[in-house]
């Protein structure tokens, strides 16, 4: 694996043995190497730590940056809080910050295993065959490292290791799997589950990397409390189902009417998946329990709206509808007036009926102002 470049910017209060930057070269920064975005007071002390031959991260640099002062950062690169960091790969953001412990030790052993090469090499081709079918598994077999092919791949995998797990064969013990060139193999979790392989060509960065996105982020994702700060930062509204955690029919219904009906959707909204059990007080604020479960909600991260009846995601375009009554604004209105006049039967007299949305409950998982100084609320959709 060729050598990495790894630089951190540290969002605040200026240090001397950094490098402090603006808009136009944090640009050339990002195009140059790999990035990491800091801010605030924690970030002086961590720059402070990092003096030259503190620690050796070769090769690395860090970099100071005010964000009050240089907007058109926090705006381009949604940053809406500090301390924030943010690692960059080949030029590209990646979607998962660093959150872990604000210390020299813990982010300069995050930087270590970042540069670590997230590719497994398999020396025999049995071992594909008893990989962790849990997982999502990305083959790729070549001819030769050495190749335009293979550095495609590694670049892919160096940005999507977190989603995927990555293995290449070499050589010999590729031949097999190579009748027709080196190609790329997609192995989804389960057993039963058929490959699938990527036809387009290998040396073309955008689309390898937009074809194995689309198999290692799942269109319906898991919400956990581990990674919810993480999708609340997102900015998007929720489409949950609540389900219990052996209930694998459910969960296979929805993320099949997802697919079916919202796919068009996919960026204004997240479509996720909650354990029942785990997440009984979202269920509480809408007055359900795990008993009730699979249920459908949205979270617009100011109000909780229930879908009804679950079995109903099956009608053609009702999910989808459910959705476009969030952006539109009638589950806003509806809750807080009433049905609209349009939703009411023939001849029956309008009533403004008032009513008490439940609360977000997601929002919770927000980023708190106890951890970090938060530079703006995100207005309600």
């Known amino acids: 694996m060729g050598s990495q470049r790894i630089s951190i910017h540290f969002y605040s209060v200026p240090y001397s043995e950094t490098l402090n930057t603006d808009f136009n070269n944090l640009c050339e920064k990002i ?13 002086s002390k961590i720059a402070l730590g990092f003096k ?28 809406s809080k500090y301390p924030t960091l943010k ?17 020299v030790k813990a982010l300069a052993d995050y930087i270590r295993q970042q540069k670590s090469d997230p590719i497994q090499e398999l020396h025999i081709l049995a071992e594909a065959t008893t990989l962790d079918r849990s997982k999502r598994n990305i083959i790729g077999y070549f001819e030769q490292k050495d190749s335009e092919n293979y550095r495609v791949f590694e670049r892919v995998a160096n940005i999507l290791h977190d989603d995927c797990a990555f293995l290449a064969a070499f050589g010999a013990v590729s031949k097999p799997e190579r009748y027709s060139g080196d190609n790329i193999i997609y192995k989804p979790p389960g057993h039963s589950a058929p490959d699938m392989v990527y036809l387009g ?10 074809w194995i996105q689309d198999k290692c982020v799942p269109l319906v994702r898991e919400i956990t409390f581990e990674n919810g700060e993480e999708l609340t930062e997102e900015g998007l509204p929720f489409l949950i189902l609540f389900h219990m955690k052996e209930d694998t029919e459910s969960l296979e219904i929805f993320q099949n009417e997802v697919a079916r009906q919202l796919i068009s959707e996919k960026g204004t909204i997240n479509f996720l998946h909650a354990d029942c059990d785990k997440f009984r007080h979202p269920l509480l604020h809408i007055q359900k329990t795990p008993a009730d479960c699979p249920v459908i ?41 009433g049905p609209d006049p349009t939703d009411t039967a023939p001849g029956e007299e309008v009533q ?13 998982l927000a980023p708190s102002e106890y951890r970090y100084t938060l530079l703006r609320d995100r207005d309600e959709l």
């Open 201 to 210: 060509s290998m040396t073309n960065f955008d689309g390898t990397y937009n």
């Open 87 to 103: 690692l960059f790969r080949n030029g590209m953001m990646m979607k998962r910050e660093y959150r872990g412990q604000r210390s």
């Open 352 to 364: 403004d009926v008032a009513s008490s949305p439940p609360e977000s409950s997601f929002q919770k």
């Open 297 to 337: 909600a949205i979270d617009s991260f100011r109000h909780m709206y229930v879908f009804g009846d679950f079995r109903d995601v099956l009608i053609p375009g009702k999910l989808k509808q459910f959705v476009f009554d969030l952006h539109s604004g009638k589950l806003h209105r509806e809750f807080h007036h």
């Open 31 to 43: 195009r140059h190497g790999e990035l990491m975005h800091l801010a605030n007071s924690a970030a």
């Open 52 to 79: 030259p031959g503190s620690i050796h991260l070769e090769p690395s640099l860090l970099t100071n940056m005010n964000l009050v002062v240089i907007t058109d950062i926090a705006q381009r690169y949604r940053i």
